[in-house]
């Protein structure tokens, strides 16, 4: 579990490293709608925030030797963030990403000067080797999702999102391993209620509340690449037994319409795993209450812009 005190623990620690990202006002006059532009964030996605509180904590405590450096396993978002993060302070990273990873995210690692490692088809398989890794070498592990820095640190979304609009009643957010749920139920409790919203190829969040237990489920999609973690992570299921949010699921022709249309509206270039959270809305798989103010967190934009104006993935 984790708390608001460790979010706002974490919006102290980060503030001098990541950036405040506005809130576009969208929708219509007579609906409107607020888009969270973390897309604006440094590596383009919000994970630089858990990445720098995760880092900056343990740089703290003496648990991270800047000789040795930092070791993630992602599909891209995770491992652009944790690469990012360690340049700034000054520390080596290396990132272990599944041998399909876009282009562009391997790039990027590339370009944060991190060494990219290659492992197995899924996110499991990154994450087990990097595991091994860390066995051998001694580097500091960032998850992707499940450690209560990451968490918390992703958590200083809502905490932007209330300040500037305190009338806020909802916060819709795509789900994948679950960190950043878990960091905006902890800052939002009591506040505001939370739509967590998945892909149904990619059902973690979803298959846990039925099974009463984080489970494993099949990862496919179009939003795979960001939202492709096998089973909802720890912290994020204690945040939801404690207090359900309200769970929905969309296909990929919604989420690949809710993309094109960030980009046609807003000239938004939304990775496919962002848009999952506006397409519960513009799918209708969750429709507002009359008056009620919606935020939704447009999550990253690590995204191949040839395919922007195009209808399929």
């Known amino acids: 579990m984790i708390t608001r005190d460790d979010v706002l623990a974490a919006e102290r620690r980060i503030s001098k490293h990541v950036r405040r990202t ?13 888009l969270k532009c973390e897309f604006l964030q440094h590596t383009g996605v919000f994970k630089a925030r858990g990445a720098f509180n995760r880092q900056l904590a343990a740089l703290e405590r003496g648990e991270l030797d800047p000789a040795v450096g930092v070791v993630a396993a992602s599909g891209g978002n995770a491992g652009l963030a944790n690469a990012y993060a360690a340049a700034a302070l000054g520390v080596p990273a290396t990132v272990f990403v599944p041998e399909n990873a876009p282009r562009v995210k391997v790039e ?52 932007e999102i209330l300040q500037d609009e305190p009338g806020i009643d909802t916060i819709v957010v795509a789900v994948g391993g679950g960190g950043l749920y878990a960091g905006l139920a902890a800052a939002a409790a009591g506040r505001a209620r939370i739509v967590a919203v998945e892909p149904v190829t990619i059902p973690t969040l979803h298959a846990a509340l039925a099974a009463g237990r984080p489970v494993d489920v ?38 690949i319409a809710a993309r094109a249309q960030l980009w046609s509206e807003y000239r938004i270039p ?25 935020a939704v967190i447009i999550c990253g934009a690590n995204t191949d812009p040839c395919t922007l104006g195009d209808p399929t993935p």
């Open 270 to 294: 939304a990775e496919y795993g962002a848009a999952t959270a506006l397409a519960a809305l513009t799918s209708g798989a969750y429709v507002p209450q009359k008056d009620e103010r919606v």
């Open 218 to 255: 099949t990862v496919s999609g179009v939003a795979a690449d960001s939202l492709g973690a096998r089973r909802l992570g720890d912290i994020a299921f204690s945040m939801a037994s404690q207090e359900p949010p309200v769970s929905v699921l969309v296909n990929d022709d919604a989420i």
């Open 22 to 34: 506005p809130l576009l006002r969208g929708g219509s006059s007579s609906a409107p709608l607020w």
């Open 108 to 159: 990027r690692l590339l370009a944060y000067k991190a060494t990219v490692r290659q492992a197995g088809a899924e996110y499991i398989d990154a994450y087990e080797a990097a595991q091994e890794y860390v066995a051998q070498s001694g580097a500091l592990f960032c998850h992707a999702y499940d450690q209560p820095e990451i968490a918390a640190g992703a958590g200083t979304i809502a905490e």
